[in-house]
């Protein structure tokens, strides 16, 4: 079962957006990831297996404050 995870990331310029892509888009089990939210400031990763509090870290490291929102089940069918 795929998961959704949401995370909100305090990004404040568009080369910090494309790292947080960059580093979504890099981690095993991803099929999709993209931006939600008003200001373009939360993370959307939906795959299966993925390790979210990992990738929390990573964006932490890289990109700067990231807060897991919410990790949900996604029906692919």
Do not use: H, P, W, Y
């Given at each position: 079962?795929?998961?959704?995870i949401?995370?909100s ?44 509090a ?10 700067g ?13």
């Open positions: 079962m795929a998961k959704k949401l995370i990331v305090n990004m404040r310029c568009q080369k910090c957006r494309s790292a947080a892509l960059k580093i979504g888009g890099q981690t095993t089990g991803v099929t999709f990831v993209g931006l939600e939210g008003e200001e373009k400031d939360q993370v959307v990763v939906i795959g299966e297996g993925v390790d979210a990992g990738l929390v870290l990573r964006l932490r490291k890289k990109v404050f990231a807060d897991l929102i919410s990790v949900t089940d996604v029906d692919t069918s």
